[in-house]
């Protein structure tokens, strides 16, 4: 599968902003799906993901300081997983990433996905 994230950009704190990623290739409503982000002389970290479909609904997961901010979803129709991101703080900027994997996410780590999209710049301005 490929993946393209856009939605990047500059904003101020308090701000939002949109995230997507788009997927092609195989089917996309059998991934589980995740945004990733590495800020400035840092490492890497988890954001976001969400499960593919199980019996009835979706299974979405966040790091702990984004919780209440972002939302994170999935159209497969479109083939395309969002991340909402309100009441943005100067401490999210960052290069977002989007991935996916066909496996089972555990633990949320970076070597669980196994595609990624390039990353989409955020910065929120104080």
């Known amino acids: 599968v490929q993946l393209q994230a856009s939605g990047g950009g500059l904003v101020q704190a308090g701000g939002s902003l949109r995230l997507s990623c788009a997927a092609s290739?195989?089917?996309?409503?059998?991934?589980?799906m995740g945004w990733f982000r590495q800020p400035p002389e840092k490492e890497r970290e988890f954001v976001a993901a969400?499960?593919?479909?199980?019996?009835?609904?979706?299974?979405?997961d966040y790091l702990d300081s984004v919780k209440g901010r972002f939302t994170i979803s999935r159209d497969n129709a479109k083939n395309t997983v969002y991340l909402q991101m309100n009441s943005l703080k100067p401490e999210d900027t960052a290069v977002y990433s989007c991935?996916?994997?066909?496996?089972?996410?555990?633990?949320?780590?970076?070597?669980?996905?196994?595609?990624w999209g390039q990353g989409t710049l955020v910065t929120v301005s104080s």
């Open positions: 290739g195989r089917p996309f409503s059998g991934y589980n």
């Open positions: 991935a996916a994997t066909f496996g089972t996410v555990v633990h949320g780590t970076p070597n669980e996905y196994d595609y």
């Open positions: 969400i499960t593919r479909r199980g019996s009835s609904t979706y299974y979405v």
